[in-house]
């Protein structure tokens, strides 16, 4: 199924802006011409030299086949003397809305691009523009052939280890092939910090790790936080015994603590040594804490390249993935028909064993219920409509203590209607549940915090 979202609006709107006639240049203090770059570049130009309320955009190409690569706004930047410092990750996709398939992310190869940085007023009025040349180097060099690499995560004793996980979640009306967004207002989102420590290092590569959640936990919902564990004493975490390749061996020691459900950190990786191109069976889990329950995950992975990512020389590793038990969200008013699918992009540094960054992206057809966007119980308090309810508290990690008074039982996450409510015709309509067709995506980012 083609799924053309909004962005492809945006995209073309912006290329018709870009395409105004350029008054005067002005210098371009970085990068400089010729300057080898990576990951994040900075790009830096004299304060004077952008309006209040304008902003820069960015191309990458030869002329006349030039990709426009990111806006950036003036408030965006930082005041360094009198120069002002963008940044653009040069690691991010573009989408080509004349491609074969438009929703497929594409990445700038390594190698020596043409760069315009052009400046817009207010108004997005082109005003000025100057031109570099620039060589960019995310992948890490490789002998040709290069050989074979083995993966493992290595884990020590009493190793601590943060990750921060966000999830973004945009939903889309599928009305001729075109995803519009609904509830653009809603803002719905998640943040949590997974802390992982190794209690315990066994023979034969098996880690005993104990994975737990703070009160920083939040969900927001039309830009109101509510903090999921603020004033409760007991948190969710877990015990479990992993292997150094990410095979989950028990996923709870302590049954006590199955209440608790916490997402998969470490990376399934393969046990033989791996070339660039090769694959292997991949699993995970995943869930977002008030906003989705549990979800399991299979596919497979491959070893995609070596790419430099947060200063680290990292395997790429990309993942297509699926589930087959449909989710929920908005307290069962967004109603999930089907498969769900995920394509998994994982940053390991393989010096040092450790994962630094996974980006998930996970969509699945729906159906909107009349109310998904009701607002009336914002997460302020009353009924936080939209947002599930925390996961139960208050068993001792070692079962030794009863529950906490007054709290129960999670409650179940409602079980969404299966069938053929959303055909992929792409035109507008509702399903046979009585809501309007859709699509949502779960933007999903964890990153290992420095």
Known sequence: MVRCYCRFVVFAVGMVVLSAACCAGFQLLAPTDGQAVRENVKIQVPADA???????????????????????????????GTDLAFYWNSKAPYYDPNAKDPMQPIQFKDGRYPLKVQVHDAKGKMIESADVNVEIRNRVPRTNPAPGISLANRLVFGQINNYHARCDVSVFEMVNGIGLPMFGGMGLSGDMLIIQSVEDARGGGQF????????????????????LYVGQELKPQLYRLVSKYGEVLTANMFAKQAKYQIMDVLPVLPKQTVKEGDSWPDSMTLKIDGLTPLIKLKGSAMLDSFE????????????????????????GKIQGNGPLDARVTTYFAYKSGAMIKREIMLTFDASIMPGADDNSGRASGGSNAGLMPPPGYGSSPYGDEPEAPGLGSPRPTPEPTRGPGLPNSG???????????????????LRLEK
Request: include cysteine; proline fraction near 3%.
């Open 308 to 331: 430099w990512q947060d200063g680290r020389e990292c395997a790429k590793i990309t993942a297509i993935l699926s589930g087959d038990i449909p989710i929920s969200l908005a307290n």
């Open 427 to 445: 035109t507008r309509g509702t399903s046979d549940t009585g809501g309007k067709k859709g699509t949502v995506e779960l933007d999903i980012v």
């Open 208 to 227: 005993l790790i104990r994975l737990r959640e703070d009160e920083k936990t939040y969900i927001s919902s039309y830009g109101v936080k509510r903090y």
């Open 50 to 80: 952008v309006p209040e309320g304008g902003f820069i955009s960015v191309m990458l190409g030869d002329p006349g086949a030039e990709k426009f690569v990111v806006a950036l706004s003036r408030d965006s930047a930082k005041l360094v």
